[in-house]
């Protein structure tokens, strides 16, 4: 249990003087980080902008809704720039000629093939920025860092022979950048496919007409359904007669699944991160402050947080989200604040009871004693004498946490309840897909469950990882908080 | 402290539990956005109606009265009538209903993984590193990690579909039963009757417990394989005494205590997931009934099942508590915290 | 508790335990008619990349009612060499062939486990280093000291549950009767040992291997203890195998004492023999790092270096790395154990500077010969074995 024991002093320098006293290997990293950054600000604004700013301005006062307005107007130009993972730079929407040829499409590429292309570029860019990541690292502990060798490095290292948590890591990194890329990597977009298929159309060859036709999105999707026996059917991996390519096939709608799905991770991916935030946030602070203060104060946290755990997380949710419903929140992102806020504060007792045993056994050590016998403010002592060590279980658990959200949020749209339609929820796929299950339409169902027991799994495998990077020894007592953490309120 | 003072003293920590539990649930119903009156009359009523319902649940009194009569009320057990879902009917009533289902449920959710997974676990534990070990392990893996909606839906389909996917039907293998509807619980001290219903309820029970049992078959091995390597085994080795009395009685009963918290933590669980199974597998349960009152804003049906369920979870943590106390006689010792 | 100090009282009890052997015993020197023999021991472990030899061909004796010292730094194979008398090495580890154990004139090294659940126990029992994992925290002390009675003396019921009382008393745990009916965790350290006595006691063996078994007290707890052991041993004429790192415990319990040094042993003599004259470069360290009282609080003298973990066979001395009287030699020449001097046939030593008395070249081939004999079971075990 010697995570993070020994908190190194003061630096003597700060962080900025010793880049100052060596440049070389920062500005080697920023010659590749800003390019790499550069090529995609565009994109990086309007995700900025993607969020639910209107509702936000509308709620603040008269004399920064003018402000407000004219930041979205910045904002919407920055986010209208050209980057280098844009559909236009390959564009996979065309039509095939009689004579088998695509027009329309990058480089007269079939549509399948330019997606997998930009699919591929996407997820090598993703892949660029971990190695820098990783490059960063390497560049702060060999050249700036203080201390020649921290406590982190040997978790990192253990990590690095973990093959189980380096599982988990590449399916998460999978989903973020999924999540992350979504509008990019869809065949389509949500816009044009799921929310609005009447604002925008699409242009195939109509063999009768022998010309090229335009149609509505949402007159081609009610030919490209998925229904199942003797009905229509677009599976996973290919073209309705639009020629527009289905990687992972049609919804009962006729909607695109991959575009659907890729928007939905987005959406799980925003509610657990949030919802953590939340949940760890509150978790720690009362973690250290119990830990610090003991006694009256821990027993306080202790019912608070027993009474929370008493009432059934989900059912809770269920019933807090149908009274909020109809107020401003609910209408945040399609729901999806009004969840995560739900899911951060009924799930923080299930993090504070993980992080409240390494949090005692920290706060029993002399240097504890030491901050305090020179009269250091508590929080200062809790904030940099505490915190450090119960980062790290924190880690541990927010990684599982976070795939019981995923699936509990899934199972409140399953239901209908939780994110609003048309905005894209793995559940509502599963829901839609219910009756053809059996059926040639299986996909509807199967892929977006297998695709929740992948991401779980790669959670609960990072958590896993995690776990045994920082505590080799760690033993099966910890095995309460993890199992009942991983289950997403039973959903 | 003595094992039984520790336990009398979790005991008592129950009471502010249910008191603070049953406040947040008053907090969200009474002080929300959403007028519980209002929405019982669903826009439909008029203001007449409107005023009637707001005198008979006491939302013309001041706040605080409302409090008080609320607690009052439900520590009294007088959890009042369904305003929407089964108007006029009381909770108590539609509990007696509807309860039974959903405990025979959660029976079977608990038990199938005790009795499935436990024993698959401590099986792995025994002999490590072999390849049914191996499955095992796996297998929890990724049997935990499933939502149980989602295998609830693959499973009633496979099952409606059993004939044509493996050429024998389900529903009429042993006894006739209905995959989606819920169990007939007359009279199970019949044999047959037992079977229906235990038929009727295998498919959801699978499916609710699934989770516990890749957690069980987990925790258990780990157990095990700990326990195994403990100094005390040793020594009952070293005085001779046989392999199969060690296993029985000094590793398992030791590896058991990591897994009560884990087997009751699993039953509380159920509660919330039971909402999902019941509606995919058409039980009409308690998790049904929270949900349909929910949505039909039933609210002061909602807030009684509730307490009903803050009630449930408080029981089974004193059962836990009570588990603990029995197996492991070093509860209380060392002044562990509340 | 200084090495001179203590040889007063090394020798007063080195007498008593003479008086209590008959005069045959010393008669029959001769290896195979001691209680408890091992031979050419060697336990190895698997692991992915390498074996580990932790024992590599030990041998030793007990005679009935003598107690062996058995002392070493962590990581020599004490505790390894205890398990493999009692049968206790599992996957990864096992006995190479051609080690033996044998009690009473019994091979134990081709036992089964059900077989050796006959040996364990009633033949030789062990008492372990931390007495509270040792026991089962989950049943009374009473419960687990009734279960080696039912085992070994068929007693159960009211009539086991007095008999532990009984033991309990007999070492010394005062109102038994009560204590009898509590769990591990209700008893103090000291008491907890004493309860873990009284379980090995319960099945009446012949044999007591005690594996660091004072070294979780603290100093008048241990003293207590050991007073308890030489107790028991003259009432019940037990033979001990008291293994330990701290060779001011040894100077106290044994008659005879074995030094081990990276899974061999390195010096054998009695007591009083090795403490006053020893000859093995690494006995002297390790005797001079015993806090002397007469030095007060000065600093400890201790070896420089590590215990090394033997992967091969060795075709060197193991201690030449650390040895203050190292030569040529050592690193080419295995020493095996010989008598330090014509004639001190009781009095080994496991180093090319011995027999003292023949020249150095005589000796180094003497041992260089002895390793070649050897050699062909040694060398074969290792070659291919590592998985
Ligand atoms: S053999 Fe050589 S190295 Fe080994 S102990 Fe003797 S003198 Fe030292």
Not at chain 1, 98 to 118: D, I, K, N, Q, Y
Not at chain 2, 27 to 42: E, T, W
Not at chain 2, 171 to 176: C, D
């Amino acid at each position: 249990m010697s995570a993070v024991d020994y908190p190194v002093d003061e630096d003597e320098q700060t962080l900025l003087e010793r880049i100052q006293d060596e440049p070389g290997p920062a500005l080697k990293l920023l010659a590749v980080v800003v390019p790499l950054f550069a090529v995609e600000f565009g994109a990086v604004a309007s995700l900025v902008m993607s969020l639910p700013w209107s509702a936000v301005g509308s709620a603040l006062p008269g004399f920064l809704q003018g402000l407000a307005g004219a930041l979205a107007g910045v904002g919407d130009a920055l986010a209208n720039l050209p980057t280098l993972l844009s559909r236009s730079v390959i564009d996979n929407s065309g039509y095939q000629l009689p004579s088998g040829e695509w027009v329309g499409t990058t480089l007269g590429l079939s549509p399948a093939v330019a997606w997998l292309l930009r699919v591929l570029l996407v997820y090598a860019y993703g892949f660029a920025w971990m190695a820098v990541g990783w490059w960063v690292y390497l560049v702060y502990r060999d050249n700036y860092r203080y201390a020649d060798w921290a406590p982190v490095d040997d978790m990192v290292n253990r990590f690095r022979n973990h093959s189980w948590g380096l599982l988990g890591l590449a399916i998460i990194f999978a989903f973020v950048v999924l999540a992350l890329f979504a509008p990019a990597l869809g065949p389509t977009t949500v816009e044009a496919n799921i929310s609005d298929p009447y604002l925008h159309t699409v242009e195939y060859f109509d063999e009768e007409a022998g010309s090229v036709q335009e149609i509505y999105v949402g007159d081609a999707n009610r030919d490209s359904q998925s229904r199942g026996q003797g009905g229509d059917n677009v599976g996973p991996l290919s073209y309705d007669q639009f020629g527009r390519f289905h990687p992972f096939g049609t919804l009962p709608s006729g909607k695109d699944l991959f575009t659907f799905m890729a928007a939905g991770a987005r959406v799980s991916l925003f509610i657990g991160v949030l919802s953590l935030l939340i949940a760890g946030g509150i978790a720690v602070t009362f973690a250290l402050a119990t830990a610090y203060y003991k006694g009256l104060v821990d027993l306080g946290v202790v019912i608070a947080s027993d009474s929370i755990q008493s009432l059934p997380q989900l059912l809770f949710i269920m019933l807090a989200s149908f009274v909020l419903s109809g107020t401003w929140l609910a209408n945040l992102y399609s729901g999806g604040v009004v969840l995560a806020l739900l899911f951060g504060f009924t799930g923080w007792p299930g993090l504070w009871r993980a992080v409240r045993g390494p949090a005692l056994q920290v706060s029993e050590r002399e240097w504890i004693d030491a901050a305090k016998s020179f009269g250091q403010r508590p929080s200062v002592t809790m904030r940099k004498h505490m915190l450090p060590y119960v980062v790290g279980y924190l880690l541990i658990y927010a990684s599982l946490t976070l795939g019981g959200v995923i699936i509990g949020v899934a199972g409140l749209s399953f239901l209908g309840l939780g994110i609003n339609a048309p905005t894209p929820e793995w559940g509502r796929a599963v829901s839609a897909g219910q009756p053809y299950v059996p059926t040639q339409s299986w996909h509807i169902s199967l892929i977006p469950g297998i695709m929740v027991v992948i991401v779980v799994t790669g959670f609960n495998a990072l958590g896993d990882g995690i776990r045994d990077a920082i505590d080799p020894q760690s033993d099966v007592g910890t095995g309460q908080q993890d199992e009942s953490a991983a289950a997403g309120g039973g959903a | 402290m003595s094992r039984w003072s520790y336990f009398a003293r979790r005991v008592l920590l129950m009471i502010p539990i249910v008191f603070f539990g049953t406040t947040i649930t008053f907090l969200v119903l009474r002080m929300g956005p959403m007028d519980p009156a209002a929405a019982v009359i669903a826009g439909a009523g008029d203001t007449e109606a409107y005023e009637s319902v707001r005198q008979s649940l006491g939302l013309d009194q001041p706040l605080w009265l409302q409090y008080v009569e609320y607690l009052r009320d439900l520590f009294t057990l007088q959890l009042g009538y369904s305003w929407v879902v089964n108007r006029g009917r009381p909770v108590w009533e539609l509990i007696g209903v509807y309860a039974p289902r959903t405990i025979w449920l959660g029976f079977w959710a608990v038990m199938l993984p005790l009795f499935i997974g436990l024993p698959l676990g401590f099986y792995a534990g025994l002999n490590p590193n072999t390849l049914s070990d191996y499955l095992a392990s796996f297998g929890g893996i990724v049997w935990r990690a499933m939502p149980n909606f989602w295998l609830a839906v693959i499973l009633v389909s496979v099952l409606t579909q059993s004939d044509q996917l493996f050429g024998f039907d389900w529903e009429s293998w042993l006894v006739q039963t209905q995959i989606v509807t819920p169990p007939e619980l007359q009279r199970l001290w019949v044999p047959s009757n037992f079977l229906a219903a235990f038929k009727a309820i295998l498919p959801a029970a699978l499916v609710l417990g699934s989770a516990s049992m890749g957690n069980e078959m987990r925790i258990g091995r780990t157990a095990v394989l700990e326990t195994v390597n403990e100094n005390y085994v040793e020594t009952a080795r070293a005085k001779g005494v046989p392999r199969r009395t060690i296993i029985s009685k000094h590793v398992f009963r030791n590896a058991l205590i990591p897994l009560v918290p884990i087997i009751t933590g699993e039953a509380f669980l159920l509660l919330g997931g039971s909402v999902l199974v019941e509606t995919v597998f058409s039980i009409n349960g308690l998790g049904y009934l929270f949900y349909s009152a929910t949505i039909n804003a039933d609210l002061p049906l909602v807030g009684s099942l509730m307490f009903f369920f803050i009630l449930l979870s408080v029981g089974i943590n004193i059962l836990q508590d009570l588990l603990y106390t029995l197996i492991d006689p070093r509860v209380g010792y060392g002044g562990e915290g509340a | 508790m200084a090495a001179d100090a203590n040889a007063t009282g090394v020798d007063e009890r080195r007498s008593s335990a003479r008086q209590t052997q008959s005069d045959d015993v010393d008669a029959a020197e001769s290896a195979d008619d001691r209680l408890l023999e091992v031979e050419n021991l060697r336990t190895v472990f698997h692991t992915e990349r390498e074996t580990i030899r932790a024992v590599d061909g030990v041998s030793f004796g007990i005679e009935e009612g003598e107690t062996l010292g058995l002392v070493g730094e962590s990581g020599s194979g004490k505790s390894v060499t205890a398990r493999s008398i009692m049968g206790l090495v599992d996957d990864p580890g096992e006995l190479l062939p051609g080690s033996s154990v044998r009690f009473d004139g019994r091979e134990l090294t081709d036992l089964t486990e059900k077989g050796y659940e006959s040996v364990r126990g009633s033949g030789i029992a062990m008492v372990f280093q931390d007495p509270l994992s040792t026991l089962n925290p989950v049943y009374t002390v009473g419960n687990q000291i009734e279960e080696a009675l039912s085992l070994h003396r068929g007693l159960s019921g009211i009539d086991a549950t007095e008999k532990a009382i009984e033991l309990l008393e007999d070492v010394g745990i005062p109102d038994a009767a009560r204590r009898v009916s509590e769990y591990p965790h209700e008893f103090s350290g000291g008491m907890r040992q004493r309860a873990v006595i009284a379980m090995a006691l319960a099945c009446d063996p012949d044999v007591l291997v005690c594996d660091e078994p004072t070294t979780a007290l603290d100093v008048t707890i241990q003293a207590q203890i050991l007073e308890l052991l030489s107790d028991l041993q003259a009432e019940h004429g037990l033979s001990i195998l008291f293994i330990t790192h701290d060779m001011g415990v040894i100077a106290e319990v044994a008659d005879r004492v074995a030094v081990m040094y990276a899974g061999e042993i390195v010096e054998q003599a009695p007591v009083v023999e090795l403490y006053e004259n020893p000859r093995h470069p690494y006995t002297r360290g390790l005797l001079r790092s015993i806090p002397s009282t007469q030095q007060g609080a000065e600093r400890l003298e201790t070896i420089a270096g590590e215990v090394p973990t033997p992967n091969k066979a060795a075709t060197d001395c193991r201690f030449a790395p650390r040895c203050p009287e190292a030569f040529d030699a050592c690193e080419e020449v295995h020493p095996v154990p010989v008598p330090v001097e014509e004639g001190a046939e009781d009095h080994t030593a496991a180093c090319l500077l011995y027999p003292e008395d023949e020249p150095r070249k005589a000796a180094v081939d003497r041992h260089a010969a002895a390793g070649d004999e050897d050699s062909p079971e040694s060398a074969g075990s290792t070659g291919g074995d590592s998985r």
